[in-house]
């Protein structure tokens, strides 16, 4: 039991569902009809479910289900769930899913006494059987039948079918398969009279019991060798897939955080050289002005009023973007009054299209894969997307598209819905 919980365990690291459903019902079968009741059953129900479209096995895990329920005295039960197992059998059109599930309806009505049930269960097993029995489906079949006609009281029905079978019996080499029946002729001929054909079949049946058992210590030891090394194998491959997806979450995470570095490294770099700008622009500026301060003091005051008609445009438009500056401060009309500013500062320029200059030397084919693949974006829903990338506030986005928080909220919930949409 321990190597199926151990593959159970794998094959749940490795997501791999069939796996885990072969070890829970290989579980439920070593924890017996002795066993916690509904410890066995969950085992059962989920390897039924995971089996999904697999439908004999599906169906041999429903079956052993209400077995499990027969074995406790629960017809109704075991009806219930081997009813499920002949859909699924029927589904699969396996016919040894069909035969194994009829099997075991005729055996539940066989205990719960309904011996009409159970010979109609055992004729249908039989006539599914037809085309690829055998001597030994026939020898089971002519055996439970006559334990029906014998249980209900038909001494006559079950003498016609105990005898079929001890021809058939007589006409086989004894063999594991067969003794059996033996013990089964035995019984029988003892309860007719007849002691001394109860004795001969006593004494195959001993003679087969004992060699029966000799060869089922050797079995079991073969068959443990045989699933532990196959669980071994299994295991083994499961912990090397394991090991193999978990080495690409972790260049996964590396590659990100690379890609995560190397973009803020870049709008770092951005941004410095923007401020770089910014202070040659203002050290020229500062300069400048120096200089027509010494100019000043060597002019006369008709200069200096010369001069200040004829101040250059930069400085009047500077003029200019500082009384904007001044009244967006002062204003509620923000918005408005900023968009003003930018056109001052940056003339046909904004500050999106300096964020996206970024971008394209970061991704130069990023606008065109947009595109492409989400066509139906517009244009501010294709900007509030590039933004993302930059992780930005909510506040932070909204100042760069010119809006409010409150349209930000809206649009990333329409893009969202739009790019999950195809």
Partial sequence: MRLFKEAERYG?????????AHARYHIAQCLGYYADKEEVVSLLKSAAEGFGEDYADRAEALRELGDFYQFHKQFDSAAYYLDQAMTFADQSESTEAKRNV??????????????????????????????????????????????????????DSADYYYSRLEELV????????????????????????????????????????????????????????????????????NRKIIIGQRIIIVISIVASLVLAALLVSQ?????RRKREAEINAELFHFKQQNKDLVQKHAENEQIQQDYADRLSDALMKEQRIMLLLDNYLNSNKKANLLKDLEEFVYGDKDHWEAMLAVVDQLYPDLMATLQQKYPNLDEDERKSYILSWFKLSRQEEADYLGTTVNMIDKLRGRRRKKMEEG
């Avoid at 490795?14 to 796996?19: D, F, R, V, W």
């Avoid at 003794?179 to 029988?188: A, H, K, M, R, T």
């Avoid at 007719?192 to 003679?207: F, I, P, S």
């Avoid at 709008?267 to 941004?271: D, K, Q, S, V």
């Fill in 12 to 20: 749940l690291m490795a997501n791999q569902t069939l796996t885990v």
């Fill in 267 to 271: 709008i770092r770099l951005a941004r």
């Fill in 102 to 155: 009829l099997s075991a309806f005729h055996t539940l009505y066989f205990n719960a006494g309904d011996y009409e049930k159970s010979a109609d269960y055992l004729n249908r097993f039989w006539q599914a059987s037809i085309s690829d029995g055998d001597d030994h489906l026939l020898m089971y079949y002519y055996h439970d039948m006559g334990n029906i006609y014998f249980e209900s009281g038909d001494l």
């Fill in 170 to 237: 007589s006409q086989t080499e004894p063999n594991e398969d067969t003794w059996f029946y033996y013990g089964v002729l035995s019984d029988f001929a003892e309860e007719r009279g007849d002691y001394e054909t109860a004795c001969k079949y006593g004494c195959l049946y001993e003679e087969g019991s004992k060699l029966r058992e000799i060869e089922q210590q050797g079995n079991n030891l073969a068959l443990i060798s045989h699933k532990y090394d196959s669980e071994v194998m299994r295991n083994e491959l």
